[in-house]
């Protein structure tokens, strides 16, 4: 399986799609994850890695509380720090501005959703928030 191109995957986000899941994949084109029209996001094995709520809380496959999106695509931890941001074209990048990483959202998305699905799945393995 051959990963594509970046420039690819940021023009035509739709193409990533699958129904109403948001796809999460890291720099290099690697699917991590998914988040279902619930909120619900899962790693590649069908494991459920969180939640992300409507008003932007995100929480872990645990219960409990590991950040905050706000409607700009900021995402921050429980202290409010800021861990990365989720760009309307779905770029990811970390709290020193380095693209990490891309969601497949679409203008019908929640931007909570999209980076809540980098919190989970790209942000908080780097970040160790568990």
Do not use: C, W
């Amino acid at each position: 399986m051959y990963a594509m191109p970046a420039y690819y995957r940021l023009s035509s986000p739709d193409s990533l799609r699958e129904g109403a899941i948001v796809n999460v994949y890291d720099s290099n084109g690697h699917k991590l994850g998914q988040v279902n029209e619930y909120g619900t996001a899962s790693d590649n094995y069908g494991h459920k890695v969180g939640d992300v709520g409507d008003d932007g809380t995100v929480i872990d496959g645990f219960g409990r509380k590991v950040g905050d999106v706000s409607e700009d695509g900021t995402i921050t931890d429980n202290d409010e720090g800021k861990l990365g941001n989720v760009s309307e074209d779905g770029t990811v990048t970390d709290s020193n501005d380095r693209r990490i990483g891309n969601v497949s959202i679409s203008m019908n998305d929640n931007i909570y959703q999209a980076g809540g699905a980098a919190l989970l799945l790209l942000l908080k393995p780097k970040q160790q928030l568990a």
